[in-house]
């Protein structure tokens, strides 16, 4: 007769560790699943020309800091030759008290009464009591002008001393905002890294033909406003093409605030260097249909951009990284308002 045993039951150690395994595929399945998949050309386009932008607002306060360091070092360079030459001036005032002291030694230190008492010729005595007189004025004077001196070179050096603590303040915040930009553009040249061959040189065609097609533009009939806006916008013209690079003002590249600034200098007008400063100057124009090419234009709610108004709702600008200058449609950018210079 055939003996029926029951099926030996796996133990329940045995059990728990198939159960966990198990869960754990399930687990590394599911977050397998949800990943983010590789971001596609699109999105990384968006987000480098996020960085660009954010590099470009980092320029504008880098140009800052450099315009107000070279301030700072005029006034520098001009307070300590004030106090190079107040030495100076001292040093021939103390030369003159030394005469004079000189003067008075020589006549020797006897009293004045005694002296005309005992003198041999009272008129030539009391002459030499006058001139003697004539000499302690002068030292009282030198004296004086000694202690004026001495008073507006400690404050001249202290004044140098601050000015110099202000530059070293600068320079930091120079480097520290040079390092920002860098690495937004590190960051944006990762993200490109991070896409096939195919998909850099299709960003790329798109740029080069971005940048080929808005060299040219419509620009209607307008008349500028005046004879020194009109060569403003003629030289930035003759840098159509010319690549933008973060701070620099020409003449074989520009960052939007380098070309407005070169632009109006070739019409021997002198602006400030930075988009923020620049909009404080001249007659303001909030309509945008009351614009004459020429005018300055301002975009972003920090105004970290300019260009200049070209005629039929066109600016002429140097854009980002990546960019020329260029004709662009003022509709693309938020728009806040002109200036005319």
């Known amino acids: 007769m055939a003996s029926h045993r029951r099926a030996k039951q796996p133990g329940r150690a045995?059990?728990?560790?198939?159960?966990?395994?198990?869960?754990?595929?399930?687990?590394?399945?599911?977050?397998?699943?949800?990943?983010?998949?590789?971001?596609?050309?699109?999105?990384?386009?968006?987000?480098?020309?996020?960085?660009?932008?954010?590099?470009?607002?980092?320029?504008?306060?880098?140009?800052?800091?450099?315009?107000?360091?070279?301030?700072?070092q005029k006034q520098v360079d001009n307070l300590q030759d004030k106090v190079a030459r107040g030495q100076d001036e001292l040093n021939e005032l103390r030369d003159t008290l030394g005469s004079v002291a000189s003067a008075?030694?020589?006549?020797?230190?006897?009293?004045?009464?005694?002296?005309?008492?005992?003198?041999?010729?009272?008129?030539?005595?009391?002459?030499?009591?006058?001139?003697?007189?004539?000499?302690?004025?002068?030292?009282s004077q030198a004296i004086a002008e000694i202690q004026g001196k001495q008073r507006s070179l400690a404050q001249q050096r202290q004044e140098a001393q601050e000015k110099l603590g202000d530059l070293a303040d600068t320079r930091k915040e120079l480097a520290d905002k040079k390092r920002e930009v860098q690495t937004k553009l590190g960051d944006a040249q990762r993200l490109l890294n991070s896409l096939t061959a195919a998909e850099r040189a299709a960003i790329k065609q798109d740029e080069t033909r971005a940048n080929r097609t808005q060299q040219r533009a419509e620009l209607g009939d307008s008349v500028p406003a005046s004879q020194r806006a009109a060569a403003a916008l003629a030289a930035a013209q003759s840098k159509i093409g010319k690549p933008y690079v973060w701070s620099a003002s020409g003449p074989n590249s520009f960052d939007c605030s380098g070309l407005t600034s070169w632009s109006y200098a070739q019409a021997d007008v002198s602006i400030p260097r930075t988009s923020q400063a620049q909009a404080q100057i001249g007659t303001r124009i909030t309509s945008q249909s009351a614009l004459k090419p020429g005018d300055l234009v301002f975009f972003y709610g920090d105004l970290h951009h300019v260009g200049l108004y070209a005629g039929n709702g066109q600016?002429?600008?140097?854009?980002?990284?990546g960019a020329v200058v260029r004709y662009e449609s003022m509709n693309n950018m938020p728009y806040q308002f002109g200036v005319r210079v």
Do not use: C, I, W
């Open 315 to 321: 600016v002429l600008h140097s854009p980002r990284t």
């Open 14 to 72: 045995r059990v728990t560790v198939l159960t966990a395994t198990a869960a754990a595929a399930v687990a590394l399945t599911s977050q397998t699943a949800q990943a983010d998949p590789k971001p596609g050309k699109s999105e990384v386009k968006a987000k480098v020309d996020k960085l660009y932008e954010e590099a470009a607002k980092a320029t504008e306060k880098l140009n800052g800091a450099k315009e107000h360091q070279g301030k700072l």
């Open 104 to 139: 008075q030694y020589r006549s020797g230190g006897m009293d004045p009464a005694l002296q005309l008492f005992l003198s041999s010729d009272p008129d030539t005595y009391l002459e030499k009591a006058s001139a003697l007189d004539q000499l302690g004025a002068k030292q």
